[in-house]
């Protein structure tokens, strides 16, 4: 069984590998590593309204929300804001803002969101509504200011 299992192998083997060296000396041997390609981690950060609280001063036309994000940039990331209503009320004071989506792109650490300030001479008092950023995608995560409160200043 030996006997045919030689002739079998030995006669149906390819030529290199008929030619093989019975002895194989480790100097003369040299290794090669196929690398495979480390795929770049990439953080794409937390998001967070630059500041809890926001000022419009008489003579505005919008209220300017500022977003950041910190920890990385990698990859684009998505998150909804809309104004909440308080003392100001939309369609006198402001703008009504539904929920949209806000974008940002790969690279890029701040974002400016702006909300039309409506004019008023009859404002007496201070008015205030808010400005509620949520649901991140892309990986980012929010950080504590999640929601700012919006002054809009009376006329003088």
Do not use: C
Not at 76 to 97: H, I, L, M, R, T
């Amino acid at each position: 069984a030996v006997l045919s299992a030689t002739v079998v192998f030995g006669v149906g083997a390819s030529p290199a590998l008929r030619d093989l060296p019975k002895h194989v000396n480790a100097g003369n041997m040299e290794l090669t590593v196929a690398v495979a390609p480390i795929s770049q981690i990439t953080d794409p950060g937390i998001i967070t309204l630059s500041t809890d609280r926001y000022v419009v001063f008489p003579g505005k036309a919008s209220a300017e929300i500022y977003v950041h994000r910190t920890g990385g940039t990698g990859g684009d990331v998505n998150f909804v804001w809309w104004a909440e209503a308080s003392g100001a009320k939309p369609g006198k004071d402001y703008v009504s803002v539904k929920p949209k989506i806000a974008h940002m792109l790969e690279g890029v650490d701040s974002l400016q969101l702006s909300v039309p300030i409506l004019a008023n001479p009859l404002r007496k008092h201070t008015e205030l509504f808010y400005v509620v950023i949520a649901k991140p995608e892309g990986g980012a995560s929010l950080r504590s200011i999640r929601r700012a409160s919006v002054f809009i200043m009376r006329p003088d």
